[in-house]
């Protein structure tokens, strides 16, 4: 019998209709849907996706075993992370062995900080694979608050919060155009390199972006936290045409 | 009578299934749809919508007075292509104030180097408008080459190929992820800098990634020549979980 074929679809940054033509066809037609998830949740990709999951498609949860609840820096964290994505791989691997065809729902666009990136790294080797594009999270929300971010020459970089103070402040300096992901505990961080950049007058803050809770405003506005869906957009500095 | 509204809406990197469905909708229900276009050209973004633009839709063509005629240091450039974009969102100015919805299809991702901001930044005082993000040309190259580009904490540059060679070669020294763009002409400065910053051996060619005539190869085996939608992916260095 002839394995299944891995398919990791991005499901973009949260409203049901920015997902591709392409993504809400592979998730109609899919006989197994498979997903991450917290403890007793629904999952974010689902939900996303909700609307093109038909009757009797097998759902096969992937629950993470830990959330917030240890540090990214300890050891047990990276430990526990990869035995999970082992596991997770292996239960996906013993579907495909079986002849099935597998659909990972990935939040925003997977090749971009994905957690499917950690399963296709797994299986890529011993299946046939494909990779649906999705709307990243940036994408969508620089659409939504309707700020162009990067005219003629300017460079974007894209920078994790979770960088060293320092890292950012630099970052910030250097690019033209700048979107900064992976708030959630670092908006103290975030505010000081964007201070000490020069960068501030100029910081949007989006959270939650194309989804019904979405909310926005200059980040010198916005609070001392931030849910894991936020992000913060930096237009870039060079002449308009 | 009320003004209609500005629909700028991506249409992905060259797949017609790599639309959103709010695209394709937005599309399919419009009553103008404009894009630009060379003179006897059809127009990119209107090949890749093609599928989904119905009969009776009225199409604006807004042709380029000049391509690659001028280089776009000469100032004769600057005025020009100034001078079409006034006249470009005038003529859909003239439309919204009859009242007309007008759909503006865009290559790609609007808001990232896309022409259709230039519209957009013409018109978003006097005019309701709204943004449809698009699969960003990147994204649809990383994902059809199937190459994961950030991990972890990794930064991602998005680096115009138009810029210096030694501000090319600074940025991909710095750079855990690059990806340069508008390749064009200048294929003998990104190699020279991908050689001066150590990346070359990582680097990935992708020329009309996601078109039928796609093709792709690592950066060291290509040729001298690169046509317009073409661009160069280099992953992220960090490690794997």
Not at 40 to 65: C, D, F, M, N, S
Not at 183 to 212: F, H, W
Not at 219 to 229: I, L, M, N, R, V
């Amino acid at each position: 019998m002839a394995t299944g074929t891995l398919h990791v679809v991005g499901v973009g940054p949260g409203s049901p209709d920015l997902l591709t033509v392409r993504a809400a066809r592979l998730i109609e037609s899919a006989s197994v849907v498979a997903y991450f998830c917290r403890e007793g949740r629904k999952g974010h990709a689902r939900t996303i996706a909700e609307t093109y999951i038909t009757e009797g498609t097998h759902e096969l949860r992937l629950v993470y075993p830990f959330t917030t609840e240890i540090a990214v820096e300890d050891p047990d964290y990276q430990r526990g992370i990869q035995a999970f994505y082992d596991r997770s791989a292996q239960q996906l691997a013993d579907m495909l062995k079986q002849g099935q065809d597998v659909v990972v729902l990935c939040e925003g666009e997977p090749f971009l900080y994905g957690s499917a990136m950690y399963l296709f790294d797994r299986l890529k080797e011993q299946f046939a694979t494909s990779v649906v594009p999705g709307i990243a999270a940036m994408n969508g929300c620089w659409s939504q608050v309707q700020l162009p971010m990067t005219h003629g020459d300017d460079v974007l970089c894209v920078i994790p919060a979770t960088l060293p103070e320092a890292d950012l402040t630099r970052w910030l300096q250097q690019a033209d155009a700048a979107v900064i992901m992976k708030i959630g505990r670092n908006m103290s961080k975030v505010r000081n390199a964007l201070v000490q950049s020069g960068r501030m007058s100029d910081a949007r803050y989006v959270e939650r972006g194309t989804q019904p809770d979405s909310f926005s405003c200059p980040f010198d506005e916005c609070g001392e936290t931030a849910p894991y869906f936020s992000l913060v957009l930096v237009p870039g500095r060079k002449g308009v045409r």
